[in-house]
T-cell receptor
Framework: KAGVTQTPRYLIKTRGQQVTLSCSPI?????VSWYQQTPGQGLQFLFE???????NKGNFPGRFSGRQFSNSRSEMNVSTLELGDSALYLC???????????????FGSGTQLSVL | DQQVKQNSPSLSVQEGRISILNCDYT??????FLWYKKYPAEGPTFLIS?????DKNEDGRFTVFLNKSAKHLSLHIVPSQPGDSAVYFC????????????FGQGTTLQVKP
């Protein structure tokens, strides 16, 4: 079974631009969560989608948004990029959200975003 | 407000000995706890989890202990191997059915041959 796939692997943008990151979950997983990892703040939850609906949202400004498609693939978008948005963005899929409990997140390798 | 804390940024142990990684939490609503391991340039990989109704869970060389009254959990690795050298993250959630996890800052484990 293929793992969680994130594209692109690396991205360089300048302040003020916007960026879209893509995530393909493990086949059969309907839940996709996004995390931001920075050296100072660690791993922070951005949002979770299940069956195309946002189930949970973290404490990030409205510049951060996401969506999920009917095939469970997900995208996240960051508009008006700031220097502080430089981070590793991780996507994770799971069986959470259905009847499964005590499940776990399977993470992709992430997209390293650098904002100049 | 950091709800999950790993107070030791790093830990070094000899191969074959026990590694003990600690984690404290403040939110009494947390119901489910997990440990993840992360190598550089890779996403975290799941190690072991524990529900709040248990105080211990074992999986091979890995054991997680949960002390709810102290709001403390620990991961024991016995015996430690050089391949265990990585960053270990403790995570918690208010439900065992959500992808919203609160992570600690991580502990870098170095296992020396």
């Amino acid at each position: 079974k293929a793992g969680v796939t994130q594209t692109p692997r690396y991205l360089i943008k300048t302040r003020g631009q916007q960026v879209t990151l893509s995530c393909s979950p493990i086949s059969g997983h309907r839940s996709v969560s996004w995390y931001q990892q920075t050296p100072g703040q660690g791993l922070q939850f951005l949002f979770e989608y299940f069956s195309e609906t946002q189930r949970n949202k973290g404490n990030f400004p409205g510049r951060f948004s996401g969506r999920q498609f009917s095939n469970s693939r997900s995208e996240m978008n960051v508009s008006t990029l700031e220097l502080g948005d430089s981070a590793l963005y991780l996507c994770a899929s799971s069986l959470f959200g259905g009847e499964a409990t005590n499940e776990k997140l399977f993470f992709g390798s992430g997209t390293q975003l650098s904002v100049l | 407000d950091q709800q999950v804390k790993q107070n030791s940024p790093s830990l070094s142990v000899q191969e074959g000995r026990i590694s003990i990684l600690n984690c404290d939490y403040t939110n009494s609503m947390f119901d489910y706890f997990l440990w993840y391991k992360k190598y550089p340039a890779e996403g975290p990989t799941f190690l072991i989890s524990i529900s709040s109704i248990k105080d211990k869970n074992e999986d091979g060389r890995f054991t997680v202990f949960l002390n709810k009254s102290a709001k403390h959990l620990s991961l024991h690795i016995v015996p430690s191997q050089p391949g265990d050298s990585a960053v270990y993250f403790c995570a918690a959630s208010e439900s065992s059915n959500t992808g919203k996890l609160i992570f600690g800052q991580g502990t870098t484990l170095q296992v020396k041959p």
